[in-house]
C-alpha cells in the first residue's frame, strides 16, 4: 500500500469549522438534576480539498460528535460550518439535501449501518430515492465495481455478507453521488486486522481515482499517522494538538502518551512519555485548568489552575503550558 495522496499546494479549503461547539445535558428531573457536558469546545479546523485529515482520541473525546457535526447530522451549540465556502451551520430543508450529494459519511459499524431488509442494491438506490430521484442506468454495477464486489452481490443482504464486504456496501453507497468529501468515523473498528489492510488500500485507491477529501476520524494513532497527511489530536473535546507532518515528534504529552501506547513491533523505537495512567475524567466534571493535567507527568501548577491556550509550534500547533521540545 502506498500513503494517500497529498494535496496540491495552496489546495483551497473544502471544510472549515471555526468555534465549533456542541453542549450535551443529561437529566433534569424532581429526583436527579441536570448535567451539561460539553463534547466538542471551541474546535477550529480546516480540511484542504484532496487532503486526508485524521482526528485521533481516546474513547469519549468527541471524535464522533466532531464527525456528526461536520456531517450537519447534528445542530451544533455554537460555531459555524463552512462547506466551499459557503456557510452551512443551520441549513434545512432543499439547501441541506443538496448539501448531502457533496458531503458523505461511511459509519463504523458496517451492519448497523446497512437495513437488514435491504439487499445490496437497495441500499444503493436508498440515496437517489431519498432524494426523489430516478436511479441511473448502471449505477449500482458501477457501485460494486468501485469497491471491488462482484455484481452478483447486488441481491445479497447484509447477514450474507463477512464484515469487509458489509464496509465495502458502506463506501459504495457513500460514493453514489460522487461527493467531494468522506467522513469516515473509524470504519475498519469493527474489522479483523486483514480486512482493514484492504479497506484502508481500497480508500486510498478511491481517493487517487475520484479526488476524494477524506475526514478520518480514529483511535488507532498507528493507522493515522500511516493513512493521513495531517493529524489532529482530541482530549475531552478539545484539539491538544495539531501535527502538519504526522511523523513529527509530538509536542503534546498527551500525544507522546498515545504514540507510546500503540503497539509497535520495531524494538529501536522509543516513546518519549510512559503510557498513560489513570482514567480519563468525567465529561460531566472536569478539573480545572488543562483536563489532561490530572493524568499528565509533565504538569506545572498553572497547568491545574489554566487552560493553556494554542500556539503555533514548528510541527503545528500546540495546547500545552510544558511542551515537549523537538
Partial sequence: MTKA??????????????????????GGGFLRPARS??????????????DCVGVVGESGC?????????????EPSAGRILFEGADVTHIRGRRLRAL????????????ASLDPRYTVRDCLEEPFRALGEKVPAGRVEQLLD??????AFAGNYPHQMSGGQRQRVGIARALAYRPDLIVLDEPTASLDVS??????????DLQRQHGLTYLFISHDLGLVRYFCSRIVVMYLGSVVEVL????????HPYTAALMASSFTPDPTARATIAPMEGEIPSPFALPPGCPFAPRCPRALDRCRSAYPP?????????????????
Fill in 244 to 251: 502538519e507532518d504526522p511523523q513529527a515528534a509530538p509536542a
Fill in 310 to 326: 494554542t500556539v503555533p509550534t514548528a510541527r503545528g500547533r500546540v495546547a500545552c503550558f510544558n511542551p515537549i521540545e523537538a
Fill in 100 to 111: 448531502r450529494k457533496k458531503l458523505q459519511m461511511v459509519f463504523q459499524d458496517p451492519y
Fill in 37 to 50: 457536558m460539553t463534547a466538542v469546545r471551541d474546535l477550529d479546523l480546516t480540511v484542504a480539498r484532496g
Fill in 146 to 151: 468501485q469497491v471491488g464486489l462482484p455484481r
Fill in 5 to 26: 495522496a497529498e494535496p496540491s499546494a495552496g489546495a483551497d479549503p473544502i471544510l472549515a469549522l471555526s468555534g465549533l461547539t456542541r453542549r450535551f445535558q443529561s
Fill in 62 to 74: 468527541g471524535k464522533s460528535t466532531l464527525a456528526r457535526l461536520a456531517m450537519r447530522l447534528i
Fill in 195 to 204: 480486512i482493514q489492510a484492504q479497506i484502508i488500500a481500497l480508500l486510498q
